[in-house]
Structures are given as C-alpha cells and as structure tokens.
C-alpha cells in the first residue's frame, strides 16, 4: 500500500520547517516583547471543555476522541442492545455481537443512537482553538497566576473541516491573550502588536475592527433581538458568500422578513469610521447596548495613533462567528497575494471563564494563523533569502587525515556561532559539491593534501562559485565577512 496522510494535514520538509520556525519566532519575539508569558495546554482536552463554547457550527468541526479501548461499533451495538432490550447475547461473544449489531445500526441508519454513543463512547476531543483551554487553565491555576494575567501559546488545533486552499484540519495557532482587566488599553495593545509583527514579517495588512455590542444593537432594532447569534452567524459570511446568500441563510433560521429589511442599513454602511460613525450612531440610537459599543470603537480609533505598516478600518459586518466575543472583534486579512481568508483574528471575551465556574473575568486576545501567513509569505516572495538555523559552511571530506583536520577546525566555526557541518564520506567532489547545493550551503571548504601540507583551505562561494585560499586560522573571519 503506498504511504499517505489525512486529508487536511501535511509533512514539512527542513525548507518549510525554517520558513515555519522563522514566523514561529518572529511572532514570539512580539509577543515577549509586549510583556506576554509563554503556556502549553494538552493537544486533548476533556469533551465538555469544548462544546458549547463555539456555537453550533463550531461544534459539529471538534475532533472527538473514543475512550480508550472502546470500539465505535461496540459502543453502537450496546446503545442498541439497551434500546432494543435484548438479553440473547453470550459472555464469550458478547463483544464480538456488539460489533456485528453496529455495523447492522449503522447500515440501516437507526435513529436516536449517535447522542449515546457520544455519551458513553466518547469523552475527549482534540482542541478547536487555543482560547478555550486557555481558559480552563486560568480557572483551574487562578490562585497561582498575578492578574491581569498575559500569556501567549504557540500549538497546533484540529477542526473536522473540508480541506481546500488556506483551510487545514490540523493547522497551529500563535494566540495571544491577556485577562483580568476589563481596560480598553489592551485592545489598543493588541492592534500596536498585530502591527509590529506584520511589520517585523514585511506584510502590509489591514486590520478590521468591529464591536460585539454593535451587532447586538443591530439586532435589537430590527426587532429581533434573540437571533442576534443566527444574524451574527450569517452577517460573517457576507464577504464569502454575498449579501443575498447571506439573507436566504437568516430566513432559514427563523429570521422574519421585517427584520432583513430592519438590518439592510448595515449593507449599506461605506466609508471611513469617521464618515460611518455618526450615520450609525443615528440609526442606532434606541439600542443602549450599540451605542455603548460605538463608544469603545471610538476610544480605539482615536487612541491608537499611526501605525507602521498596517491599516485600522472599521468592518461593520466583521462578526466572526464565534459565540463567546462580547466586545472588541478584530480580523487582519493581508493587502498583498491572492488569499482572501484571514490571516489573524481575535476579540473580547467578558465572561468566558464564567463557564468554567470564575465569574466575571474579563479577557481580550488574538490568534495568528501560522499557516495562511506562510502560503501569503510565499506567494509575495517575502521570506528572507537567509534563513537562521541553515548550514552556512560543509568541509569537503578528502579522507582520513584530512577529515581528522577538518573536525579541530570543525569546532571552532561551530565555537565562533557558525552553522557548519562536515561530508561523512570520501566521495567525488561532484557529489559533495552536489550535497552543498541541495542544502542550500553557501559555501564549501575544500582541506586536501596540498592545502593539508601547506596549513591553508580554500573556501568556494556556491553561489559565485569563486574560490579563495585563507590560511587555516583566517578561516572563521573569512566566513563572517563574506
């Protein structure tokens, strides 16, 4: 059988890895930059930690996990068995009929069995996001953390998605959160911080801001204010699938007619914040919980001040889909290559550890996705051409004596900070010079008899392919200054 992986996950080779390491570290570098702590959470976490936190899209894409040693069609089989009330069944063969009796369920289709076997088969899940373990941790350590309380976490999520462009099942996340402080100073930090780290990754991005609070209000005033998460749900799709899709989705939730037209003002909205702000404070003036919202939009536009390489525009149908956002919601999708997704996003989140049994602690964060920044990097041509970690210098092996020769001087390249590595094997000098370039190793040094017997190497560019003789003790200088 040929060797293959899952849909919706992927192999890195080393090239990739130094492209990943060097968005993995630039990020970091931000986020301690910012005062943020590093955290790790387990790749699983307890079924009920997850569900009901990311609304009912959300949940049908969490990854759950059997207990161990269970069989899926075992578990079947014993939901039917109990359903059916049937007693017929051997100790010695008991496991082996259970089988068989879900694999009948699951050909025939019978109903009422999928909730019971995710009661009594399943009770773990892989994580959907980084945000939700985050805040079990805060519940469950809260009396040894300082408050407010800054952490970041670089891990992978899986989500039981479609696999297409930009869209993996297994895909890492590089979150950055802070809670404890209900201040609007942190939204403000976190735009500063989305924008030195597109800065720092040469990406020109535009940042989308919106406010939970808005869309409430919008909600409010069409009249329906307890759709507000089927109108919220569909308005987030409005650049995917366009504003009449997105109206056919709110009738099929129950959203009346009169509402539709009671939000058509939103589609309507264009311009800056400035020209936009006062055309919804007027048509939002009977929500006080829009206006509320309005009013801490403002507070970040006007407090932000200029930034470096990112735009600050105000999105008002950016909604994210996400449930447990109350407040702040911001997105960054990228000004340059061909990827319309988003490529960060986050929001806040009033009571989110609430659930977990800490009430009223307030939290705000952001998540960047590692991965559609790499394809965006990629695409723009703009990972730099010299990645840390690389081998910058391979000794060529001659044999024995001279390999003996190239290992001192192999120690004190590595003790000066230089990446070099040294040919395992006597070999053509094609093959080796081969290796170099499939590495991507800039430079070769060539320590044979005569270069052996005269206490010199030749160093050869790779790319240039010039070639210089330094004495054996020049070595290192010559290769920091090339």
Same mark, same amino acid.
């Given at each position: 059988?040929?060797?293959?992986?899952?849909?919706?996950?992927?192999?890195?080779?080393?090239?990739?890895?130094?492209?990943?390491?060097?968005?993995?570290?630039?990020?970091?570098?931000?986020?301690?930059?910012?005062?943020?702590?590093?955290?790790?959470?387990?790749?699983?976490?307890?079924?009920?930690?997850?569900?009901?936190?990311?609304?009912?899209?959300?949940?049908?894409?969490?990854?759950?996990?059997?207990?161990?040693?269970?069989?899926?069609?075992?578990?079947?089989?014993?939901?039917?068995?109990?359903?059916?009330?049937?007693k017929g069944l051997t100790d010695r063969d008991k496991s082996n009929d259970l089988m068989d009796l879900g694999r009948l369920a699951g050909t025939i289709h019978f109903t009422g069995l999928v909730k019971d076997i995710e009661t009594k088969g399943v009770d773990m899940a892989l994580r959907y996001d980084l945000t939700v373990p985050f805040a079990r941790y805060v519940v469950q350590h809260q009396n040894e953390l300082a408050f407010p309380f800054k952490r970041y976490?670089?891990?992978?999520?899986?989500?039981?998605?479609?696999?297409?462009?930009?869209?993996?099942?297994?895909?890492?996340?590089?979150?950055?959160?802070?809670?404890?402080?209900?201040?609007?100073?942190?939204?403000?930090?976190?735009?500063?911080?989305?924008?030195?780290?597109?800065?720092?990754?040469?990406?020109?991005?535009?940042?989308?801001?919106?406010?939970?609070?808005?869309?409430?209000?919008?909600?409010?005033?069409?009249?329906?204010?307890?759709?507000?998460?089927?109108?919220?749900?569909?308005?987030?799709?409005?650049?995917?699938?366009?504003?009449?899709?997105?109206?056919?989705?709110?009738?099929?939730?129950?959203?009346?007619?009169?509402?539709?037209?009671?939000?058509?003002?939103?589609?309507? !909205? *264009?311009?800056?914040?400035? %020209?936009?702000? #006062?055309? /919804?404070?007027?048509? +939002?003036?009977?929500? @006080?919980? $829009?206006?509320?919202?309005?009013?801490?939009?403002?507070?970040?536009?006007?407090?932000?001040?200029? !930034? *470096?390489?990112?735009?600050? %525009?105000?999105? #008002?149908? /950016?909604?994210?889909? +996400?449930?447990?956002? @109350?407040? $702040?919601?911001?997105?960054?999708?990228?000004?340059?290559?061909?990827?319309?997704?988003?490529?960060?996003?986050?929001?806040?989140?009033?009571?989110?550890?609430?659930?977990?049994?800490?009430?009223?602690?307030?939290?705000?964060?952001?998540?960047?996705?590692?991965?559609?920044?790499?394809?965006?990097?990629?695409?723009?041509?703009?990972?730099?051409?010299?990645?840390?970690?690389?081998?910058?210098?391979?000794?060529?092996?001659?044999?024995?004596?001279?390999?003996?020769?190239?290992?001192?001087?192999?120690?004190?390249?590595?003790?000066?900070?230089?990446?070099?590595?040294?040919?395992?094997?006597?070999?053509?000098?094609?093959?080796?010079?081969?290796?170099?370039?499939?590495?991507?190793?800039?430079?070769?040094?060539?320590?044979?008899?005569?270069?052996?017997?005269?206490?010199?190497?030749?160093?050869?560019?790779?790319?240039?392919?010039?070639?210089?003789?330094?004495?054996?003790?020049?070595?290192?200088?010559?290769?920091?200054?090339?």
């Amino acid at each position: 059988m040929k060797p293959s992986i899952p849909k919706g996950t992927r192999d890195f080779g080393p090239q990739e890895m130094l492209r990943r390491k060097y968005i993995f570290n630039t990020i970091e570098r931000v986020f301690q930059k910012y005062g943020f702590l590093p955290l790790e959470t387990p790749a699983m976490e307890n079924l009920e930690t997850l569900t009901g936190k990311y609304g009912e899209e959300g949940d049908r894409l969490i990854f759950k996990v059997l207990k161990r040693g269970a069989s899926l069609y075992e578990e079947v089989g014993q939901s039917l068995l109990q359903n059916l009330n049937w007693k017929g069944l051997t100790d010695r063969d008991k496991s082996n009929d259970l089988m068989d009796l879900g694999r009948l369920a699951g050909t025939i289709h019978f109903t009422g069995l999928v909730k019971d076997i995710e009661t009594k088969g399943v009770d773990m899940a892989l994580r959907y996001d980084l945000t939700v373990p985050f805040a079990r941790y805060v519940v469950q350590h809260q009396n040894e953390l300082a408050f407010p309380f800054k952490r970041y976490q670089i891990q992978p999520v899986w989500r039981a998605d479609r696999p297409q462009k930009g869209r993996y099942r297994e895909f890492y996340q590089c979150d950055a959160d802070m809670i404890g402080s209900n201040s609007l100073l942190n939204e403000v930090e976190l735009v500063m911080l989305l924008d030195e780290a597109f800065t720092q990754l040469g990406l020109q991005v535009a940042i989308k801001l919106n406010n939970r609070k808005v869309l409430s209000g919008i909600a409010e005033v069409s009249g329906q204010p307890d759709k507000v998460v089927d109108i919220v749900t569909a308005i987030d799709k409005l650049d995917k699938i366009g504003r009449e899709k997105v109206e056919e989705e709110m009738r099929a939730k129950g959203v009346s007619d009169a509402a539709i037209a009671g939000i058509a003002p939103l589609f309507e !909205l *264009k311009g800056t914040w400035k %020209e936009q702000h #006062p055309q /919804l404070e007027q048509w +939002l003036a009977s929500s @006080t919980t $829009a206006q509320e919202g309005l009013k801490e939009l403002s507070f970040v536009f006007d407090t932000v001040g200029a !930034l *470096k390489s990112a735009s600050l %525009e105000f999105d #008002p149908t /950016l909604a994210r889909g +996400l449930d447990y956002y @109350t407040g $702040a919601i911001l997105e960054v999708k990228a000004n340059e290559g061909t990827l319309q997704s988003s490529i960060s996003g986050g929001g806040r989140y009033d009571d989110l550890t609430g659930v977990f049994g800490l009430k009223g602690m307030s939290g705000v964060g952001i998540s960047f996705g590692a991965d559609r920044i790499y394809d965006v990097l990629m695409e723009t041509n703009k990972f730099p051409a010299e990645l840390g970690g690389s081998t910058q210098l391979l000794f060529a092996n001659f044999g024995e004596a001279e390999a003996l020769q190239c290992l001192k001087l192999l120690r004190q390249v590595r003790d000066a900070g230089i990446a070099a590595e040294l040919y395992p094997d006597k070999a053509k000098m094609a093959k080796q010079f081969k290796y170099a370039d499939d590495k991507g190793i800039p430079y070769v040094a060539i320590l044979g008899e005569n270069e052996l017997k005269q206490g010199i190497i030749t160093v050869k560019d790779m790319k240039s392919g010039e070639q210089k003789a330094v004495k054996q003790n020049d070595l290192i200088h010559a290769i920091q200054q090339a």
